[in-house]
C-alpha cells in the first residue's frame, strides 16, 4: 500500500482550545503585549496565516478496507471516514501539537473515526479490530498535553475510537453517594448530571471542559481541588474495561481485602491494555461554604514551610495554589478577565511590603470547604500557621477570582504560539524536602540554555497539589519561538527540564501522563521486572499490540 | 519420598496467641461462664488436656536436603531444623488452626526455617529455592485467621521463611513524614520507633500486638483506626519486593501520574508473588488531643445512617465502633478486665432508657482526634447528626476503657475453645444500604443452622470501619462445639456466614483478606481476564510456583 499526501479544506481553527466564542487574544492583554515586545524587541503582532487546508498523511486505499471491514462488522456503530472528521480528531493540545496544526508538515490521521454508543459497542469494535488487527487510538476529550493521544507514524491500519457518545449517566446512587458514567463524559455533563442533585464529584483539572473521566482515569489525573477530594485515583470505586480480549471488571468496594485489585493496572494504562467504559465514583455534597485564605509570603520556601506544616497537621485545603517570586511578580500581565489576574504590588501597598520586610512577594491561595465551622476553623488553624511562617492574609478576593475564572488561561495559549511565542507548561511531585532545591534548578538550567532565549527566558512556578510527603510543582516556561527550528527549541527545552526533574528526584509526571513526551524517561526509571510484568499483562489483554500503539512500556 | 509422622515435645501452649502471662481464662469472667453454662446445659469447665507432645507430619529425608541445600548455598542466613522450632512456624490464628493444634492429628511442617535479617537475605534465599523448586511460605506475625499462612499438604520440599528478624527501621524522614522498615517489623515496634520522636503510623488491628508490616500489606489490612489513618494500602506509599526472578520496586511518591502504579498487585497478593521486604509509609505527628463520644441508638438502623450522614459530610472519625442490640446486651459478658466491657443497662437507667423510648440499646462509639478545636468541633458535628437519629451522648468513658484494653480479648479465645466452645469472627464490607439487610440475613440463616445450634447459637455484630460508599461489618458467632466434628461444624458456619455475605452483595472479606479460608468465593467472584492476567504476573515473577503456593488464584 502507498501512504498519500493529500490535503482537505477545514474550518481554519479545528486543532484550537474549547469554545470559539470564548478565544482570547494577546491584544486583550495589553500589558503581556508590551511585556512581550520589550523583553524579545519583537512585535509579536501577526498571527499565523489562517490556514483553510491541511496536509494530511494517509493512506486511502487502506482507509477504504478500515472502513468496509467496520461497516460490514459492526454497522450498528457510527463510523466517519471523511477527511474533515478524521483531521479533527488528529491531535491533542500538547505544544508540539499545535507547531503540527501551525506547519505545513502533513498530520498523520486514522482510518476512520468511529463513535460507539456504549460499552457494548466499544466491546464490539476491538473484537474486530483484533481480527483484523487495526490499530486503535481512542480520544476522550483531546485535550492531553504531552501527546497521550497521537496517531502512529506507520503504515498499518488504524482507528480512531471517539468516545464522547459514551457519556450516560447510568446510575445515581443518593445512599450510597457513588455514580456510574460512561468512560466518555465530559467534566462538565458530570458536574451538571451531579450539580441537580446537590452534589459534585470535585474533579476539576485545567482541562475540565474538554477532558473526560475515561481519560482522566487512563491519565492518573489531578484536578484543582484533589487536595481536597483526591485524585482520581481515590475517587474512583470501580471500572469496566473493553479490551480486545473480552471484558474486565476491576474494583467493587471503597474498602476490602478480596484479594489483589487489579484498578491501579488500569490507572495510568493510556488506554495500552484497553478502554475504560466505565466507572463507578464516588460523589459528595455540594460544600455548604467555601472560605479563601489568600497571604502573601516573604519567599517561596517560607509559602511551602507552611503548606507542607498545614497538611502535616492533617489539614487538607480543597485547593493550594503557591506561586513563586516571579509568577506572583508576572500575574499581572494577565488582566483579570482570565486568571489570578491582578497585580499584588497594586493590592498591597509598597509600603505595607516594606514594613513586613517583602522585598519579592509570593502569593499563596488555599480554600476550605465544608460546613461554615469547619471551613472557618480550617481557616483559621491555616492563618496562624501562615502567620508563624511569616505570611500575612491580605483577603480572599483574588481566591474568589481565580475560581470564577480558572478555566479560561488556556484559551489565549493557542493564539500567543501563532504570534510565535513559546510558551508550554511542565509538571512534577517531589518530597518536601527538595520543592525548592528542584525548582531553583531548573530555573538554572533553563538560564543556561539558548534554546530558552538565555536570560530572556520567563519560567514561572507553583505549587499545585500537596500531599503529607510531597507537593508538585508546576512550571510555565515563555519565550520567543526560534523560527525555523520551533519543534528542535521544545525539544531541547522538554529535555532540559524533565532532565532536571528526574535527577532532583522528581516525578515524570505529576498529573498529565507520560504519553509520548515522556516516555524516554519512564522507561529509564521503570525496572526491568516492572516492564516485564507490565509487557505480559498487555500482551494477555492486546495480544496484536492494536491498543493506543507506542505508548508507556509497548515496544511497537 | 516417604512421609513420617513423628512426634515432639513442645511447650503445650506455643499454638496459643501472645505472651503466656497475659493470658486469660474463661473464669476470670463469671459472668460469662454462667451465661454460658446456663445457655447450653454444659459446664466448660475442663480445659483440654495439656499436650506435651505433638503429631507431626514431615519427611525427614526431604528434610535434611533442603536444610543441607540451605547450609551450603546461604550459609550466612539463620537456618533452623530442630522440630520444635519448625512446629512453631506451622499454624496461624484461625478457628481451624487451633483446632488442629488441639487435635491429634499430625501437623504439616516445614523443612527448615529460615530467619533472614533483610532485603537481600531474601533475596538470595528465593533464588536458591527457585533452582531448586523448594516451596516458600513466609511467617510474618503467624496472626492470619483465614489461613494466609499454611503450609502446602504435598511432599515438595519446602521452608517457612520467618520474617522477625527483617525487622529494622530503616530511615525516619521526619521533614517528609516518611518511614522505611524491613517488613518484618511487628507493630509494637513500629510505634515505639515513632512515638519516641512524636509520630504515629496509626495502623492499629486488633492484632496489632502479633502482626507485621509485611503482613498486613500482603493481606490489605485495616486498624481500628483506619476510618481516620487510612487503611495500610493509603498508609504505604513505596514497597520493594523480592521475587523468585529478582527484585521489585512499586510505588515512588505520593501523588504521581508516572504510568501504571503496580502497588495494588502486591497488596493483598498474600506472598504469593513475592515477599515485601521493605516498605515507605506516611507518619503521623501524634494526636494532641483525642475526643470520644459514646452514643445509644434506639437501633441498628438508627446508628447506620447516622454513620453515614457523618461520613458522607466528609467527617470521619478516627476510630468508628457501633454494636447492634445483641452485641450490646452481651457486652456485660467480659468483665472490665478485657473490652469494652460493660453492662450498658447497667451505665443507663432503665428509666432513662424507657423515657427515650429505647427497648433494646445499641452503642456507638466515635473518636475524633487532632487539635482540641478540630476534636472538639467534629465531635459537636457528629453529637447533632446522631441526636437527629435519635442516639444520645452516654460521656466517654466507655470509649477510653475500649482504648486501654482493646488488644486482650483474642487471649480469652483459645481458652474458650479448649473448653469447647466454638468461637469465630467474620467481616465484609459492604454498601450503606445493604448494612443491615446483610446482617439481618446472616442471622437468620444462622438461625435455621444444626452446626450453629439454632436459636442457643449467638451471632454479635458491629460496624467497623466507614467510607463514603460502604461500612465494614464484624460478625463473632459463639455456640457450643459439636464434638467429634468440631471441624465440619466451622465449615457449615463458615460456609453459611459467607454464602450469604456474598449473596447480599458484601466482599469476601473486608480486612482479613483471601487466605485459604475465603478462596472458593473469590474465584467465584473473580472475571476469568482477571485470573487470566494474575496467572500470568505470578509465572513471570514465580515461574515454578514456589511463592505461598495454593493462595488466591494458584493452582498448585
Known amino acids: 500500500m502507498n501512504t498519500d499526501m493529500t490535503t482537505t479544506n477545514s474550518e481554519s481553527d479545528w486543532w484550537k482550545w474549547g469554545d470559539a466564542y470564548k478565544r482570547k487574544s494577546l491584544t486583550d492583554f495589553p500589558i503581556l503585549h508590551q511585556f512581550l515586545k520589550d523583553r524579545w524587541n519583537q512585535p509579536f503582532d501577526h498571527t499565523h496565516p489562517l490556514k483553510s487546508s491541511f ?5 486511502e486505499e487502506r482507509a477504504a478496507n478500515v472502513y468496509n471491514i467496520l461497516k460490514q462488522q459492526v454497522s450498528h456503530v457510527r463510523i466517519e471516514n471523511s477527511l474533515s472528521v478524521r483531521l479533527k480528531k488528529a491531535l491533542g493540545k500538547s505544544y508540539p501539537d499545535v507547531l503540527s496544526a501551525l506547519s505545513d508538515d502533513p498530520i498523520e490521521v486514522a ?14 469494535v476491538l473484537k474486530v479490530c483484533l481480527e483484523h488487527k487495526i490499530l486503535i487510538v481512542p480520544f476522550g476529550g483531546g485535550s492531553n498535553v504531552v501527546r497521550a493521544f497521537s496517531l502512529p507514524k506507520n503504515d498499518l491500519p488504524r482507528i480512531v475510537i471517539d468516545m464522547s457518545l459514551n457519556n450516560a449517566l447510568l446510575n445515581l446512587d443518593e445512599t450510597n453517594h457513588t455514580a456510574i458514567f460512561g468512560g466518555g463524559i465530559y467534566g462538565p455533563a458530570i458536574e451538571k448530571h451531579l450539580n441537580a442533585k446537590g452534589y459534585t464529584l470535585g474533579h476539576f483539572p485545567q482541562s475540565f471542559e474538554y477532558s473526560t473521566l475515561g481519560g482522566w482515569l487512563a491519565t492518573r489525573s489531578a484536578g484543582q481541588e484533589s487536595s481536597g477530594y483526591g485524585r482520581i485515583d481515590e475517587i474512583v470505586i470501580s471500572m469496566r474495561i473493553a479490551t480486545p480480549v473480552g471484558e474486565i471488571s476491576v474494583g467493587n468496594y471503597e474498602g476490602d481485602a478480596e484479594g489483589i485489585n487489579l484498578k491501579s493496572v488500569f490507572l495510568g494504562s493510556e488506554a495500552s491494555l484497553g478502554i475504560i467504559t466505565e466507572a463507578k465514583v464516588r460523589i459528595h455534597p455540594l460544600p455548604q461554604y467555601k472560605s479563601w485564605l489568600v497571604a502573601v509570603f516573604p519567599s517561596f520556601q517560607h509559602g511551602v514551610d507552611a503548606l507542607k506544616q498545614l497538611v ?34 497594586s493590592l498591597i501597598s509598597n509600603i505595607v511590603l516594606k514594613l513586613k520586610g517583602i522585598e519579592k512577594p509570593t502569593i499563596m491561595m488555599v480554600r476550605f470547604d465544608g460546613t461554615q465551622s469547619e471551613a472557618e476553623l480550617n481557616r483559621k488553624l491555616a492563618a496562624s500557621i501562615f502567620e508563624k511562617n511569616k505570611g500575612f492574609d491580605i483577603g480572599d478576593g483574588i481566591g474568589k477570582k481565580w475560581e470564577h475564572s480558572r478555566f479560561g488561561l488556556p484559551y489565549l495559549r493557542d493564539d500567543l504560539v501563532e504570534r510565535g511565542v513559546f510558551v508550554d507548561t511542565m509538571e512534577t511531585v517531589v518530597p518536601w524536602d527538595k520543592v525548592d532545591a528542584l525548582r531553583k534548578k531548573v530555573q538554572a538550567n533553563l538560564l543556561m540554555s539558548d534554546a530558552f532565549g538565555k536570560e530572556k527566558g520567563v519560567i514561572l512556578a507553583h505549587v ?13 516556561v515563555i519565550t520567543a519561538q526560534q523560527k525555523g527550528s520551533e519543534y528542535q527549541q521544545w525539544e531541547e527545552i522538554k529535555n532540559i527540564v524533565t532532565n532536571t526533574i528526574v535527577s532532583e528526584g522528581g516525578a515524570v509526571s505529576h498529573h498529565h501522563s507520560i504519553g509520548t513526551d515522556h516516555r524516554k524517561w519512564y522507561l529509564e526509571k521503570t525496572d526491568v521486572l516492572t516492564k516485564k510484568v507490565l509487557q505480559n499483562i498487555k500482551s494477555t489483554l492486546d495480544p496484536h499490540h492494536i491498543m493506543n500503539p507506542g505508548k508507556l512500556f509497548d515496544e511497537q
Open 55 to 59: 496536509s494530511i498523511h494517509t493512506n
Open 111 to 124: 482510518d476512520v473515526v468511529v463513535f460507539p454508543k456504549n460499552h457494548d459497542e466499544i466491546l464490539q
Open 312 to 345: 502535616q497537621k492533617d489539614i487538607f485545603p480543597t485547593v493550594a495554589r503557591f506561586s513563586d517570586e516571579l509568577e506572583t511578580e508576572y500575574l499581572k500581565l494577565v488582566s483579570s478577565e482570565v486568571g489570578v489576574l491582578a497585580d499584588v504590588k
Open 464 to 476: 499545585s497539589h500537596v500531599y503529607t510527603s510531597s507537593a508538585s510543582i508546576y512550571f510555565t
